[in-house]
């Protein structure tokens, strides 16, 4: 029987996400971020399309690293304006049953605390179906507006991630007791005082003493996702994630990757595949070949080059307008995304180094993943064959237009996916966790989260 391919829709709160200048094109709707209605109809087009769920990034700052100022960023609507991904989730959840909610939020710059309560919430008001991306922040303007000189070095972001998620934990699995909440009319108690436990945090970076704010919700902790491919952000995902998002343009890069990311995820104690891998990539295509070809022919007439570095800039943490358009990169060393520059240093393949114009080409629809152009059979066939050689689960597909770009892979890459055997047909039963997995709403006992579950933290204190 053929893998099932997995796919997740990838989008922002804000006008340009990965496509810097599409905006431009008459067919996009990316301008109506702003508009509710745009995103209660994206998540019912993408819940017909049985898609796991929608993948809203974020950032907490500009892209300033081009040409050292904001100006190009601002000027080409680069991911600013950019509005906060929390609160479209509510809305979405209200018109649909199944489709999950992978919604990003650093460790950087917001207290634990506060965040495990919103967490929580949502995850309430959607029956178990949120997903948290762990990010520890790239932009030095994010750091400088939250008080820092800079962002702390790449590692060091992680540790503070590391205690972050500790502190959640505790308060997700090891505060309230499942049976807390009695609801006692007779005796006048809603919840029993000696089944809700302080969590005693005392760390480096947090100190939290008291309870969760929260009952517990269908997953108690949201599903975790994660997109650091460096070696530092591997190992913080073995340890915690359950969804992982790569890019790689090439397939040996990816086959590397996420072979890496299994070999961690067994190393940790875990099953190689206690985590969805989900790469990026743009897929454009339409009823025939050809009038695949002559869509991405006019989508990229509306293209920015320009905002493509932007982007660029801001992920590899290096100013592109300093370099010549056909200098070669070079090794770099970056304290922004580290697996950015790896994937660029590697994108032209055996022998050919990629030039800044080169970069500013290929990221000009869909940012960092590759591009697969063609009729439904030929998409599927590329989907096929990338998951047979590389061992990726599914795909994290950019838009070059909203929502026309998913609305034609609902339309002709589905069917055919669904024709091979290839695509699920419904979508499972369940939460989040149960719909990705198969193995309850809850977290695996072998997951690092699990060992701070209310039953064992009570013991050990």
Request: with cysteine; hydrophobic share 40%; glycine share 10%.
């Amino acid at each position: 029987m053929p893998r099932q391919i997995r796919f997740n829709a990838f989008d922002m709160n804000c006008v340009a996400h990965q496509s810097a200048g599409l905006w431009r094109h008459p067919d996009d709707q990316g301008w109506r971020y702003k508009d509710l209605r745009y995103w209660t109809d994206l998540a019912k087009l993408l819940e017909a399309g049985t898609f796991d769920g929608i993948f809203i990034a974020d950032v907490l700052g500009t892209y300033d690293v081009y040409g050292g100022s904001n100006e190009a960023a601002i000027r080409h609507g680069a991911q600013v304006p950019v509005g906060d991904p929390i609160l479209l989730v509510s809305a979405m959840a209200s018109v649909t049953e199944n489709l999950g909610f992978g919604i990003t939020a650093g460790t950087s710059y917001e207290h634990p605390y506060p965040f495990a309560r919103r967490m929580s919430t949502l995850d309430h008001l959607t029956n178990g179906r949120v997903g948290w991306n762990v990010v520890t922040g790239y932009l030095p303007s994010a750091a400088r507006n939250m008080g820092h000189d800079d962002q702390l070095e790449h590692d060091d972001r992680y540790d503070v991630a590391d205690e972050y998620l500790e502190v959640l934990y505790k308060l997700w699995e090891g505060s309230w007791e499942d049976d807390a909440v009695v609801r006692d009319r007779e005796a006048g108690i809603f919840t029993d005082p000696s089944k809700v436990h302080e969590i005693g945090h005392h760390g480096k970076h947090f100190t939290v003493p008291g309870i969760h704010l929260a009952e517990p919700s269908t997953q108690r902790s949201p599903v975790i996702y994660q997109a650091g491919a460096s070696p530092r952000g591997i190992t913080f995902a073995a340890e915690n994630a359950e969804a992982i998002f790569v890019a790689a343009s090439t397939k040996p890069q990816l086959t590397a990757t996420v072979k890496k990311i299994r070999d961690a995820l067994e190393a940790e104690g875990r099953d190689r595949y206690a985590a969805k891998i989900y790469t990026l990539l743009t897929i454009i295509t339409d009823a025939s070949s050809e009038k695949a070809q002559a869509k991405y022919q006019d989508y990229l007439s509306y293209a920015s080059e320009e905002g493509a570095l932007v982007f660029m800039s801001g992920w590899m943490g290096i100013d592109l307008s300093t370099y010549d358009l056909d200098e070669p990169i070079g090794n770099v060393k970056s304290n922004a995304i580290q697996s950015a520059v790896s994937n660029v240093q590697g994108a032209g393949g055996e022998g050919k180094e990629w030039t800044v114009r080169d970069i500013a080409r290929q990221g000009a629809i869909g940012g960092l993943g590759p591009i697969v152009v063609g009729s439904g059979a030929e998409v599927a066939d590329h989907l096929q064959d990338w998951v047979a050689d590389t061992d990726v689960d599914g795909f994290n597909l950019a838009y070059a237009i909203t929502p026309g770009t998913f609305e034609d892979v609902i339309e002709f890459v589905i069917p055919e996916l669904r024709k091979r055997g290839a695509y699920p047909e419904a979508y499972a039963e369940g939460s989040l966790r149960n719909k990705l997995h198969g193995r309850g709403d809850r977290l695996p006992t072998e997951h690092r989260g699990a060992g701070y579950r209310v039953e064992t933290s009570v013991a050990a204190r």
